[in-house]
């Protein structure tokens, strides 16, 4: 058995939590890395990466959403170090011109990444989730539920948002299994739904009321500069939207099926367990 550790970057993040304690209850040595954690990694600090490479053998990359791209540096070192399998984090539709936005920065940041996956010689998975449904529960949306009320600039748009644990099972199958080398794995949940269709589920899970609210993209970016946000921050927020608001993340994806050979958690009993969790409480 191999006892060199998996290093997963981002490892207290919403995704890369995830995976290192499925990694974990495999038996799987790992070592987590981030600003936060035992293993310090930051980066815009390259001085922090060779100890974080340092002896691991495949590593789980959840890349920095902010120019320059760091990926590709990143990625050429750990080859150098010896890492023999990469699965990095990208997402859905940035190979489609407009996907996120005319101004989006996320695009060539995720597009030079796996590009530098793909030329690194070394074995490669590459992950292209849709909108995560944790975002209700962890991230931007939650305030807006626990209030009662969640305004965002998306109209009837629909998204299949896809469940983090899904995500990071297809992650831990392509860094501890065989048959995912070169595979691009685009994530999706298994429907369709429109925020408000999302509240609905909270709603029927939690036993409290959660209505939506459409707003203008520019009301979204003063309300988030009205809580604190800097304004280029807003606009990232604003133009990772787009995606719900044009429906681009509507399309049910196969990737969750062919990584892991079972269907995609259904929002609802994602919805389920977050109010069980107490996700929603206070």
Not at 51 to 65: K, N, Q, S
Not at 87 to 104: D, H, I, N, Q, T
Not at 204 to 211: E, H, I, K, L, M
């Amino acid at each position: 058995m191999d006892t060199r550790p998996v290093l997963v970057i981002g490892g207290t993040g919403t995704i890369g939590g995830r995976v290192v304690a499925a990694l974990r209850d495999k038996g799987v040595p790992v070592r987590a890395a981030s600003r936060r954690s035992e293993v310090h990694f930051d980066w815009d600090d390259p001085g922090t990466w060779a100890a974080a490479l340092d002896g691991v053998r495949a590593a789980f990359i959840t890349p920095l959403d902010a120019p320059p791209p760091r990926t590709p540096a990143l990625v050429e070192q750990a080859v150098a170090a010896g890492v023999e399998r990469l699965v990095l984090l990208s997402a859905r539709g940035v190979e489609v011109p407009g996907y996120f936005g005319p101004e989006s920065v996320i695009t060539e940041c995720h597009l030079e990444g796996e590009r530098a996956v793909r030329a690194s010689g070394a074995a490669w998975t590459v992950l292209k989730p849709a909108w995560f449904a944790q975002n209700f529960s962890e991230g931007l949306f939650r305030d807006g539920v626990v209030a009662g009320e969640l305004a965002l600039p998306v109209g009837d748009g629909r998204a299949a948002f896809v469940d983090a644990d899904d995500i990071a099972a297809v992650a831990v199958a392509a860094l501890t299994e065989e048959g995912h080398d070169g595979q691009e794995y685009e994530l999706s949940g298994p429907r369709a739904l429109g925020v408000a269709d999302a509240l609905a589920e909270i709603s029927r899970a939690t036993g409290r009321p959660a209505r939506f609210a459409d707003m203008t993209v520019e009301g979204f970016t003063e309300m988030l500069a009205g809580v604190g946000v800097p304004a280029e921050d807003a606009a990232v927020w604003a133009n990772a939207l787009t995606p719900i608001r044009t429906s681009g993340d509507a399309v049910i994806a196969d990737g969750v099926e062919r990584a892991l050979g079972r269907p995609p958690r259904d929002f609802a009993a994602f919805a389920d367990d977050a109010a069980k969790s107490g996700a929603w409480e206070g």
